[in-house]
């Protein structure tokens, strides 16, 4: 059976979806608090951004894959879109439902589902989004297919994901603060340390932007797109469905 990499371990299809599983029940209840410390606040404006791009209208479809805590959910539904939340960890899922409540925010739909095996039907949605997600997927080209699967022609496909900084030696000083402090963040603020040490590394191994956009292309996306934030270090990466 061929290996993938969970971080820089080299592990089984099916044992990196229970790793991965492992990482985010154990940091759901510290998530946002976490990535405000590690982005210094600059995932809210990123994800302003690519809600932006986005452009969620009344009486859309939308689903947000990875969205457990509800974080691109709400900015959409805000907008009149119809948001289904999708995670593949309930922990997740359970953290988002409990901050829709305390905000008031009615009518997401919440479901546990796989990214790469959706049990939704063909031509399902308006959009697909998924924000800091992707790179925790074990098969990416199944899950970029899925998504081509579900949304309607027309349809539009938003991914917001680190990448590689293009912008000389900043790559170079993230690398350093993200290889050294990041985990010791971890934890002193959740307990844990080699989570936040996998998180790490697998944003050290998703592909670049030229390559990720080749993967959206090859999966039967269209027009498609890469947006650079911080000369690369985060993308907001589109594509449609034609």
């Known amino acids: 059976m061929d290996k993938v990499n969970f971080g820089e371990q080299l592990v089984t299809p099916q044992e990196k979806t229970r790793r991965v599983g492992g990482v985010f029940s154990s940091v759901a209840r510290k998530y946002d608090l976490m990535n405000d410390l590690m982005s210094g606040g600059m995932h809210r404006r990123w994800k302003n951004r690519f ?17 457990g805590t509800g974080d691109i959910a709400f900015r959409m539904a805000a907008r009149g879109a119809s948001v289904t939340v999708g995670d593949i960890n309930p922990d997740m899922l359970g953290v ?4 829709a409540e305390k905000r008031g925010i009615d009518g997401l739909v919440w479901r546990q589902e ?7 039907a063909d031509a399902s949605f308006d959009a697909y989004t998924i924000a800091f997600g992707i790179r925790n997927v074990t098969n990416i080209p199944a899950a970029l297919r899925e998504a081509h699967r579900v949304l309607k022609r027309g349809g ?3 991914c917001l994901e680190f990448s590689t900084s293009e912008w000389p030696g900043f790559g ?16 002193a603020v959740a307990g844990d340390e080699d989570s936040y040490r996998y998180l790490v590394e697998s944003i050290r191994r998703f592909p670049n932007m030229a390559v990720f956009k080749a993967m959206i292309e090859q999966a039967g996306f269209r027009s498609t797109s890469a947006e650079p934030i911080l000369g690369g270090l985060v993308a907001i990466h589109g594509g449609w469905k034609v």
Do not use: C, Q, W
């Open 172 to 187: 170079e000083v993230y690398d350093r603060y993200s290889e050294h402090l990041i985990p010791r963040i971890g934890k």
């Open 156 to 158: 539009r496909f938003y």
């Open 51 to 67: 809600v932006a791009r986005v452009k969620p209208r009344a009486g859309e479809h939308i689903l947000d894959m990875a969205g």
């Open 96 to 99: 988002g439902m409990k901050r």
């Open 114 to 120: 796989n990214a790469e095996t959706l049990t939704f």
